[in-house]
T-cell receptor, first 113, second 112 residues
């Protein structure tokens, strides 16, 4: 019963470094998304995908890239990390738009120094 | 554009007392509404959802919410809370695009 798996759980970066947060789901969900969670701001949508080969921007896409080459995987890339990207990142998936039941990973806590 | 406002950032309540967590939304189209719960150091899990039909929706752990279209609200209620209900609660809206927009969150603190 893996569900949505995120790696790594914790990461510390220096300003300007790049990295990829991995996300994989084993539920054959078409829809996947990335959120960031910051105190007092709830969760904000970064990027999302409605299926393999299709991605789109959410509310706060700047500084992040995504790709969706398979149904299972949806990695999030930080090209040049900035302190403003210090946050907890959540990957989520669902069967499709409008179903509402997003299944979340356990989160990845990123600190940028 | 859609938006969600949770009117209280923190709600302290004594065990076995009733609680209401307030949520208002704005949208120019029909929406689906959700409440999620986040326990410490965990991801979010769905409490309940309103897609259509009865405006009173029952969820897990004894929670319920009422959709009020005229007041654009979707408040969450529980008649008697337990210590284990201490968590952060998020209201969210989706206009059938798959882009779930979340509110800022309400921390429910249940005291013994």
């Amino acid at each position: 019963n893996a569900g949505v798996t995120q790696t790594p759980k914790f990461q510390v970066l220096k300003t300007g470094q790049s990295m990829t947060l991995q996300c994989a789901q084993d539920m054959n969900h078409e829809y996947m998304s990335w959120y960031r969670q910051d105190p007092g701001m709830g969760l904000r949508l970064i990027h999302y995908s409605v299926g393999a080969g299709i991605t789109d921007q959410g509310e706060v896409p700047n500084g992040y890239n995504v790709s969706r080459s398979t149904t299972e995987d949806f990695p999030l890339r930080l090209l040049s990390a900035a302190p403003s990207q210090t946050s907890v990142y959540f990957c989520a998936s669902s069967r499709g738009a409008g179903t509402g039941e997003l299944f979340f990973g356990e989160g990845s806590r990123l600190t940028v120094l | 554009a859609q938006s969600v406002t949770q009117l209280d950032s923190q709600v302290p309540v004594f065990e076995e007392a009733p609680v209401e967590l307030r949520c208002n939304y704005s949208s120019s189209v029909s929406v689906y509404l959700f409440w999620y719960v986040q326990y410490p150091n965990q991801g979010l899990q769905l409490l309940l959802k309103y897609l259509s039909g009865s405006t009173l929706v029952k969820g897990i752990n004894g929670f319920e919410a009422e959709f009020n279209k005229s007041q654009t609200s979707f408040h969450l209620r529980k008649p008697s809370v337990h210590i284990s209900d201490t968590a952060e609660y998020f209201c969210a809206v989706d206009s059938n695009t798959g882009k779930l927009i979340f509110g800022q969150g309400t921390t429910l603190q249940v005291k013994p």
